[in-house]
């Protein structure tokens, strides 16, 4: 079977970059990424893209208007497709049955009803979303019991590629996976998605799976990932109170080969659209299949990351002798991760909100996050908007953050924040000043040297 029109719902982090990466290798084939959000759409169309990410606009800029299209006709892509890939969120539900833990698939079965509305003749059904297992199956029964001429194949095709790096990710991924049903028509899709993939990745890193282990897997892969930073995060308590040194404990087991270095950097937290949510709906997901231990297992994860955040706002207060009101404390970085402008789920959130309700004034400074997206966040949290105008002071470098303040806090591991001079920042600054890095990014020898007083986490 060959593809000739892909359509993607969802013109989000996961559904823009992996469609441009699509349309740009293979240009015989045309792409069509359709969203409901008109603003959004019009973003993708034109010179300042709506999401921030390295090496994106290479891709997208040159294939747009070619075999890349963003629109809001959905229901006329939907139509004409032969594959069409479903990338809308699924976020945490905040409402009724499972709230706070369950993922809202609403957009999901909204988009299944959409398609089950218009298409007409077979057509091959791509989850991207990240769902819990087993939603292929409530995907068939909405497709099928609602349309009337269609008819569909529902393959699972998880995503994996991580913000900040999605382009070198989609361009040469550890693995591509695929699930599908047994049967022959199954099979037969998941080689026709296969074949679109192998246009740029080897046969060898193509994963087929049945459809319950695809699903099962992308929750499973974002478990155990979130559960290497929390287990770390754990060990910089200790190095705290022991004068070890997290870096050096992680480098250490890290040479283990078993264990390996990545992803065991300590730090003020994981944030995220999708660690949290996916373990929480891991955690919803044992419960409801009658294994509470499995839950606490990874419910702990969970908590260990609220622990970081909090231990992190209170040792600023702390330090700055029990009290911050009325005290100007700079942010550096309110991204979730370099890299990005995304700040879903960032520990910079809640680390802000602490500072304010205690009185604080934080000047916040982030090379890519907008003022609005700072007042969405914390208003998302419960404060009211007239207290973050009078609380909040957004800067345009980390120089003016840091003047006259108190303290600074680094709670994105943005590169320039590397380059600061501190000589500098430190001149306009009151004495005593306190440095409390978030994420290991500031060089703690020179910091001293200058008179700072130094808070890294995990550092004795
Ligand atoms: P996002 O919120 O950035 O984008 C989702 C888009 O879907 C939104 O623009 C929304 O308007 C659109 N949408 C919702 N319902 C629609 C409908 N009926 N028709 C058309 N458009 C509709 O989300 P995201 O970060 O791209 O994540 C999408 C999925 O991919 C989630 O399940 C997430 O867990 C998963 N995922 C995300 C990442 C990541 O790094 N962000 C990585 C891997 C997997
Ligand atoms: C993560 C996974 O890495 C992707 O494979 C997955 O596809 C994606 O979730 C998803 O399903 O959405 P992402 O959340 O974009 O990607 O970014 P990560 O690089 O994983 O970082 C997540 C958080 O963990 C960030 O706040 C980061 O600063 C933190 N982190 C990461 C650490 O604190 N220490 C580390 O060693 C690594």
Same mark, same amino acid.
């Given at each position: ?23 740009s290798k293979c240009p015989d084939i045309q792409v069509r990424v359709v969203d409901i959000n008109a603003e959004r759409i019009a973003a993708w169309n034109s010179e300042e893209l709506p999401i921030f990410e390295p090496g994106l606009d290479e891709i997208v800029k040159p ?59 077979p057509k091959i059904i791509v989850e991207k979303s990240t769902i819990p297992v087993r939603t292929a199956a409530a995907m068939k029964t909405i497709l099928e019991a609602n349309s009337k001429e269609g008819t569909f194949q529902v393959l699972s095709n998880p995503e994996f ?23 022959? %028509?199954?099979? @037969?899709?998941? #080689? &026709? ?7 740029? +990745?080897?046969?060898?890193?193509? $994963? ?28 910089? %308590?200790?190095? @705290?109170?022991? #004068? &070890? ?7 250490? +087991?890290?040479?283990?080969?078993? $264990? ?201």
């Amino acid at each position: 079977m060959k593809i000739s029109k892909i359509c993607c719902i969802g013109a989000g982090y996961v559904g823009g970059p992996t469609m441009a990466m699509i349309a740009s290798k293979c240009p015989d084939i045309q792409v069509r990424v359709v969203d409901i959000n008109a603003e959004r759409i019009a973003a993708w169309n034109s010179e300042e893209l709506p999401i921030f990410e390295p090496g994106l606009d290479e891709i997208v800029k040159p294939a747009r208007g070619k075999n890349l299209f963003f629109s809001t006709e959905v229901h006329e892509a939907i139509e004409t497709a032969d594959v069409i890939f479903v990338s809308v969120g699924t976020p945490t539900k905040t409402y009724g049955m499972g709230a706070g833990k369950a993922a809202d698939l609403c957009y999901i079965e909204g988009a299944a009803r959409m398609i089950a509305e218009v298409a007409k003749g077979p057509k091959i059904i791509v989850e991207k979303s990240t769902i819990p297992v087993r939603t292929a199956a409530a995907m068939k029964t909405i497709l099928e019991a609602n349309s009337k001429e269609g008819t569909f194949q529902v393959l699972s095709n998880p995503e994996f590629l991580a913000e900040g790096t999605a382009v070198d990710d989609l361009s040469d991924p550890d693995r591509i996976l695929i699930g599908g049903d047994p049967t022959e %028509a199954g099979q @037969e899709a998941v #080689e &026709a998605l296969a074949s679109v993939y192998g246009r740029w +990745i080897p046969n060898e890193r193509i $994963i087929r799976t049945n459809l319950w282990s695809s699903e099962l897997s992308k929750l499973v892969a974002n478990a155990f990932l979130a559960q290497r930073i929390s287990s770390i995060n754990s060990i910089s %308590a200790l190095c @705290e109170k022991t #004068e &070890a040194d997290v870096d050096e404990v992680a480098n250490a +087991i890290g040479m283990d080969s078993r $264990i390996g270095p990545k992803f065991l950097k300590a730090s003020v937290g994981f944030g995220g659209s999708c660690f949290q949510k996916d373990l929480l709906n891991l955690v919803y997901l044992s419960g409801h299949f009658g294994l509470p231990k499995v839950a606490d297992y990874w419910q702990a994860v969970i908590d260990m990351n609220e622990w970081q955040k909090e231990r992190f706002s209170t040792k600023i207060v702390q330090t700055l002798f029990n009290t911050v009101r009325g005290k100007r404390i700079g942010i550096w970085g309110f991204a979730f991760k370099k890299d990005t402008n995304d700040t879903r789920e960032s520990a910079a959130i809640y680390i802000c909100r602490d500072l304010i309700m205690e009185g604080a004034n934080v000047a916040i400074y982030d090379p890519k996050v907008s003022k609005e997206q700072v007042f969405i966040d914390l208003e998302y949290l419960g404060l009211e908007r007239a207290q973050l105008e009078k609380q909040i002071i957004m800067c345009s470098s980390c120089e003016e953050s840091a003047k006259n303040a108190h303290g600074v806090a680094v709670l994105t591991e943005w590169d320039e924040f590397r380059e600061v001079n501190f000589q500098k920042v430190y001149d306009g600054m009151f004495k005593p000043s306190f440095l409390f890095d978030g994420r290991n990014v500031i060089d703690a020898v020179a910091v001293r040297e200058i008179g700072f007083d130094f808070y890294a986490i995990g550092k004795g």
